[in-house]
């Protein structure tokens, strides 16, 4: 039975996409810059489409009445014969088509700008990065993100399987003797969850939701957040569990201050569906539905138990705490919750009537994305009792869906959000990654869609007003192809696309106004993951052909970007046909130890009965030299990190085990 799906296409676009940062020049206090009176002439291509008039204030609801009455109106354009219309959330109102550069619609905010300094910015170049204080390997630094396990150097908590369990580290022990635990205790509820690590608290973070017809949208979802209390490690307790309505969209760890992202998603209303009505009666009676919800049905609630006692469900959010960027912003409710760390029930939060699929977090800012790409099935026929049936809508409103991308700007403040600015761009921003923020500047990497030409593009947006307006661009990177990862540094963007060959791009964007090409590398396969190791060298992790050429597999490559204009590949590991790297899904699998030159990296063999290794790479004189250590089998690969402790030393964790990993 096909049924109709608006796609996103999150997940996958990105699964080796490489598109490593980009360079922003020192503003001065006042963040003065120069620009036209025409702003749209700043536009290489469409530009963003204006998601609030020129310095328009932030917009909030006078009373609950108003709220429901926002949702209502945009909720009526979603409703379908059968129920909600689409899958995920998208976009509602007119979206001007774009013919060309010189149709492009003017930038949010044009005429309201402020100047930069004309100061001569450093030439770009690669930073250094290193796991972070708790062990993991992170996107930014000082923002640390949640794992199954995290250390403080001396005290190393560890997720299994439901059981947080504590060892003792600073003492040290034979390399590859198993650590015993010093203390453990049960989290119900707590499988598939993740930690994040702040003094003598573990907070312990899970997204415990279950799609219901292939969507989260329409899913009952919970984000369950377990406080613990290891101050004394071989006694740890439990003593806070608190429920959220609504998925997970992100959690991260600011110093103390643990902010988590909840999506309440699409209101479970009791929709009719055609059977002696027809498709007309049966769209006019959800209509009605609709019309008939209460403010109760939008909102999410919490749930604070505390002490093995049981709460009481409570609304998260007061309508006056719930932003309006603007009606373009799709349908969904996200709140933004931040509390100090063992004290979950002082919490702040920011609520904000939008959609939204990415979180990316900077260290001041919280940036929130959703991209409508739509992808309409041809079908007409489905089953009875689907929540989601056969509703097509017409050329006008796919046009009206497809191809942007909606972002929201957040400041962050001790405990507190406050919501700044939203744009809206033409194109895909695939996952966190795809997104940076540096001293002001917004960078977002985005793949192409109905609304862009076939190639990927990076783009730097700034705040003016309540409206995010597009400032630079650079255009037809990777022709014909996508981006195969995103990462980002303080002044330089460099992009991996693939389709045949792997193109990696290095652009400087030390003037966000003006970004540049510098230079482009082609090789075999595709890097899904950068890692950089200073100025001079990075290493990319991804896939490519065995020495043959018959085969696939696991590579790591070594590249020089000491002349930015001319990138190169200086030395490649070629693991063989069947292997996977899997920091390339995931970068915490990752870890360099730049003290004594050497990186080590997880690499499954097989698909069945799958084999763990860690690939331990040292560097030297421009070439790789690497050692494997089989450490272990079958699902627990999933399992295996690497914790470096800051002092030399590396903890091995694996699915049944915790020791130090003999390097």
Request: proline share 6%; aromatic share 6%.
């Amino acid at each position: 039975m096909a049924r109709p799906v608006l796609a996103l296409g999150l997940t996958g676009a990105l699964a080796g996409a490489f598109l490593a940062g980009t360079l922003v020049a020192d503003r001065d206090p006042a963040g003065a810059r120069d620009r036209p009176d025409d702003a749209s002439t700043l536009a290489a291509g469409p530009g963003p489409v204006p998601a609030a008039a020129p310095g328009a204030p932030v917009s909030y609801a006078d009373s609950c009445a108003d709220l429901l009455s926002s949702y209502v109106e945009r909720a009526e354009a979603r409703v379908g014969p059968w129920g909600w219309t689409s899958l995920h959330p998208v976009l509602e109102n007119d979206v001007v088509m774009l013919d060309g550069p010189e149709e492009a619609a003017p930038l949010a905010g044009d005429g309201a700008f402020s100047a930069r300094a004309g100061a001569a910015a450093p030439a770009p170049a690669t930073q250094r990065a290193t796991s972070g204080e708790s062990g993991t390997n992170v996107q930014e630094a000082g923002v640390d993100e949640p794992d199954v396990v995290k250390t403080d150097g001396e005290l190393l908590v560890r997720l299994d399987e439901g059981v947080l369990r504590t060892y003792d580290v600073a003492a040290g022990a034979a390399d590859g003797e198993p650590l015993a635990a010093l203390g453990s205790v049960p989290v119900a509820g707590s499988a598939g969850g993740e930690l994040l690590l702040a003094g003598d608290t573990v907070t312990v973070v899970v997204d415990d939701t279950e799609a219901e017809v292939y969507d989260e949208a329409y899913a009952e979802g919970t984000t369950r957040v377990h406080t613990v209390d290891v101050s004394d490690p071989a006694a740890p307790r439990l003593t806070a569990t608190t429920e959220y309505d609504g998925h997970l969209l992100g959690a991260r760890l600011h110093g103390s201050t643990v902010r988590v992202v909840v999506a309440a998603g699409l209101p479970d209303l009791d929709f009719v569906q055609p059977g002696f009505r027809d498709d007309r009666e049966a769209l006019e009676d959800n209509r009605r539905i609709v019309r008939e919800t209460t403010i109760e049905d939008w909102l999410p609630l919490v749930t604070d138990d505390e002490d093995g006692t049981d709460g009481t469900a409570e609304p998260l959010l007061d309508c006056d705490a719930v932003a309006l960027p603007d009606e373009d912003a799709g349908l969904d409710t996200l709140a933004v919750v931040g509390f100090e760390a063992g004290d979950q029930r002082d919490r702040s939060v920011q609520g904000l009537s939008a959609a939204a699929d990415v979180a990316y977090f900077s260290t001041d800012h919280l940036y929130l994305a959703a991209s409508h790409q739509a992808a309409w099935s041809e079908w007409d026929t489905c089953c009875p009792g689907d929540t989601v049936a056969p509703f097509r809508p017409g050329p006008e409103k796919r046009d009206e869906l497809d191809g942007t991308t909606t972002v929201h700007d957040l400041s962050l403040d001790g405990t507190g959000t406050t919501y700044l600015a939203s744009g809206r761009v033409d194109g895909h921003v695939a996952d966190r990654w795809a997104v940076d923020e540096h001293d002001g500047v917004l960078r977002l990497a985005v793949g192409p869609t109905q609304r862009t030409g076939n190639f990927n593009a990076v783009l730097t947006l700034e705040q003016d007003g309540s409206s995010l307006v597009e400032v630079g661009r650079v255009d037809s990177l990777g022709v014909d192809e996508q981006i195969e990862s995103v990462r980002w540094f303080d002044g330089l963007a460099i992009v991996v696309t693939f389709r045949q060959v792997d193109p990696l791009y290095a652009v400087d964007l030390t003037d966000p106004d003006d970004p540049t090409l510098l230079g482009e590398l082609k090789i075999p396969g595709f890097s899904e993951y950068l890692h950089p190791l200073g100025g001079r060298r990075l290493v990319g992790v991804g896939q490519g052909p065995t020495a043959g050429g018959r085969a696939w597999g696991a590579q790591v490559g070594l590249f020089d970007v000491t002349d930015l204009a001319d990138p190169r590949r200086i030395d490649v590991l070629s693991y063989g046909g069947g292997t996977e790297a899997l920091a390339g899904l995931d970068p915490r699998r990752l870890t360099w130890l730049p003290e004594v030159r050497t990186v080590l990296t997880v690499v499954a063999e097989g698909s069945t009965g799958r084999t763990g290794y860690v690939s331990v790479i040292t560097l030297g004189e421009g070439r790789m030299r690497n050692r494997m250590v089989e450490v272990e089998h079958g699902t627990d690969v999933d399992e295996v990190r690497t914790v470096p402790l800051g002092d030399g030393r590396v903890v091995l964790v694996t699915g049944d085990e915790v020791s130090f990993f003999d390097l």
